[in-house]
């Protein structure tokens, strides 16, 4: 079988769907089990709507709330034609439209919203989207059904799991290979929720945004899949965000290993968890463009394969600060110990590291993330002197080749310093397979341009 996930704009208005059905009906393997994403605005509109119920001006929520309403009745309206399957979708958007505004008027007098709020609300997106695909299909005389995948992780939840960890979602693994075999057997396409549920700490706060790519890579694991494809909105994975650079390049093909550093350091065409439920089966993950299917896109594999470049790709990872902790007792054995205990301690996650006699800097992602980082500073200054450097970046080049290529290195900070951009801090990856440098915020667009220039002549 394979897994198919469409993402958001491949399941942003009618003619989107219409093109994902095209290509759900038309695909060569015949058992597939397809994963969505809400239409495209859909889950910005509900935290909106979310945070709207908390703040002053509290009814705002039914504004959004109409907005989801009317983008999924004018979908459906131009999707599905059989007038009994018209009136079910129907019925199921405005009565999930109605459920959600009484659960958003209770937070009203609450005020708050808790992860597991935010999820119960997040979640309508990707359920209004399944159902949609799944009746445009049966209304084109397929075999599909609606799989809301959140019902199934909310009994885990209550009985065994207490952290949604790797052994969490094995176990989840193994619940939607039992789910969905049967169906496949009987050759029906399930068009599963790519939010899948009321997860140990909330699947937004814990997995983050982008979680439909990781629940169509379970979904991979959990039936064995041929081949896991994530169909967006570009041609596959390029050699940099086409936002800041539009002639980047499609990958052919990546490593495994290659992929997950790409998607860690930055770049937002996969979530960063979408590889390692591939490599225990070693499946085959392809990044495919909805709108442009017959393109080979970019396969991701077990040993990848080198480019006639010095590396692949350019990231670029915004919202960084730099902690820097002095101390004349740093080399002192046990005391970068005591150090990162303390990081470990008040659940601070670390990037990068540099280190010298007198100092060491780390860096930290996006401080909201990161909600302890001012008690963990007040704790670090009882002992050293602490400096601390928001909006900075980490621009990061990656690709296996860099093992074979001399003086990579070099030229990554020459592109740099030729366009006057200070670099903070350097990191080389110990696989050698990525550098990484830290520079201000500001420069992030020019450094991204410089350095795919030097290297990649566009
Ligand atoms: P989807 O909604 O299909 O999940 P996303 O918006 O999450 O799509 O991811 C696709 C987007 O990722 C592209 O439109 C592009 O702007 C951005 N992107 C960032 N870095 C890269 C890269 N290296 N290669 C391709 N796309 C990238
Ligand atoms: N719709 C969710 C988001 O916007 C999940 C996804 O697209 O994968 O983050
Ligand atoms: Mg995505």
């Not at 010095?310 to 054995?333: N, Y």
């Not at 100092?359 to 704790?379: D, Y």
């Amino acid at each position: 079988m394979f897994s198919l996930k469409f993402g958001g704009t491949s399941m942003g208005n009618s003619e989107a769907i219409s093109q994902t059905a095209q290509i759900i009906i038309s695909h060569p393997e015949p058992n597939k089990v397809v994963t969505v994403s809400a239409m495209s605005g859909v889950t910005n509109l509900l935290i909106s709507a979310a945070n709207c119920a908390t703040e002053t001006n509290k009814i705002c929520y039914k504004n959004y709330l109409q907005e989801i309403q009317d983008k999924h009745l004018t979908a459906l309206k131009k999707l599905v034609n059989n007038t009994d399957l018209y009136r079910t979708g129907e019925e199921f958007i405005t009565k999930k439209i109605s459920g959600l505004s009484g659960f958003l008027h209770a937070l009203t007098i609450i005020g708050e919203v808790s992860p597991r709020s935010n999820d119960e609300i997040v979640s309508l997106g990707e359920i209004l989207s399944a159902k949609l695909l799944s009746l445009h299909l049966q209304d084109l005389g397929e075999k599909s059904d609606f799989i809301n995948l959140e019902n199934i992780v909310s009994k885990m939840f209550d009985k065994d799991h207490t952290e949604a960890n790797k052994e969490f979602f094995e176990c989840f693994a193994h619940k939607l290979e039992k789910l969905l075999t049967p169906l496949l057997e009987k050759n029906i396409t399930p068009i599963c929720t790519g939010f899948f549920g009321k997860i140990p700490g909330g699947i937004v706060a814990t997995v983050g945004r982008g979680y439909s790519d990781f629940t169509a890579a379970l979904i991979g694991k959990a039936c064995n899949a041929k081949e896991i494809q994530i169909w967006t909105d570009v041609n596959g994975i390029l050699s940099t965000d086409p936002r800041i650079v539009p002639e980047a390049h499609v990958i052919e093909e990546l490593s495994f290993d290659e992929a997950t550093e790409l998607a860690n350091l930055g770049a937002k065409v996969i979530h960063p968890q979408t590889i390692w439920p591939a490599v225990k089966n070693n499946i085959l993950v392809r990044i495919k463009n909805t709108m442009s299917p017959l393109d080979a896109g970019t396969a991701i594999t077990k040993e990848g394969k080198l480019s006639t470049h010095s590396f692949k790709s350019i990231t670029i990872q915004k919202d960084i600060t730099i902690i820097t902790v002095r101390s004349t007792t740093m080399t002192e054995s046990g005391v970068l110990g005591e150090l990162f205990q303390e990081f470990a301690n008040h659940k601070v996650s670390i990037d990068l590291v540099s280190t010298s006699e007198s100092s060491i800097s780390v860096t930290i992602q996006n401080e909201n993330k990161n909600k302890n980082l001012q008690q963990l500073i007040t704790q670090l200054e009882k002992k050293f002197i602490v400096n601390r450097e928001n909006n900075n970046t980490i621009i990061a080049i990656i690709g296996n080749e860099m093992r074979e290529n001399i003086g990579v290195a070099g030229r990554f900070l020459s592109a740099l310093s030729d366009h006057k951009i200070n670099v903070r801090m350097i990191s080389q990856g110990a696989n050698q397979s990525n550098i990484s440098a830290v520079i201000s915020q500001k420069d992030s667009k020019n450094a991204v341009q410089a350095v795919h220039k030097k290297f990649f002549r566009i």
